[in-house]
């Protein structure tokens, strides 16, 4: 069984983060949510808080298929500043594991060299931050083992994609059909 760790630091968009993992868990992916610093409570970038599975301390990444970043500020920047998951992020980088970001996250990736040569997708304005990738506009943007997406508004079809990744496509429309989700945007 497939299971994915969406990451949290305070500062992130909550609509991002917990939307995938809803989607997640609804599809039936193993998901768990990991707080990167010592509290499990972490706040949003809109204020509210929210109470992660467990620390990022506690993960057993070797239990992971998937890392999810979501967006937000400063929780972006949080997230790049935490030595233990970007070594993390990096070695599931070149295990050729999942790998997966949205709005601001995915310049995360350009920044460590990620995404060089591969088409990938940001928040507009922060194109300049894929470093050595290939922007593009579209709602997510799948190159081999990463998925990225451009923020707030694509964040279903951000999590469909996952479940589309683990699950397959018929899964994910099944979903989407589920949430009354009906969108030109996936």
């Known amino acids: 069984m497939s299971k994915v760790g969406v990451f949290l630091a305070d500062g992130f968009e909550e609509i991002e983060g917990l939307t995938v993992v809803d989607l997640l868990r609804r599809a039936g992916i193993d998901t ?36 999810v970043l979501p967006g937000g500020m ?3 920047t949080n997230l790049e500043k935490c030595e233990p998951l970007m070594k993390q992020v990096d070695a599931f980088h070149r295990a050729g594991k999942y790998i997966s970001a949205i709005c601001a996250a995915p310049g995360v990736f350009g920044r460590a060299g990620i995404l060089e040569g591969r088409d990938a997708t940001v928040y507009p304005g922060l194109e300049g931050e894929l470093k ?6 579209d709602p997510t943007v799948k190159s081999d083992h990463i998925l990225t997406s451009r ?4 964040a279903i079809a ?11 496509k018929e ?16």
Do not use: W
């Not at 050595?132 to 506009?137: D, E, L, S």
């Not at 479940?163 to 397959?168: L, M, S, W, Y």
């Not at 899964?171 to 996936?186: G, P, W």
């Open 32 to 67: 768990v949510t990991v707080s990167i610093s010592n509290s499990r409570t972490v706040t949003g970038s809109h204020q509210i808080p929210v109470l992660a599975d467990e620390c990022i301390a506690d993960t057993d990444f070797s239990t992971l298929d998937m890392l």
């Open 151 to 154: 923020g707030m508004g694509t």
């Open 74 to 76: 400063p929780g972006t």
């Open 171 to 186: 899964a994910a429309d099944q979903l989407a059909e589920k949430i009354v989700y009906f969108s030109d945007i996936r």
């Open 132 to 137: 050595g990738a290939f922007p593009k506009t």
């Open 158 to 168: 951000f999590g469909l994609a996952i479940v589309e990744r683990f699950k397959g």
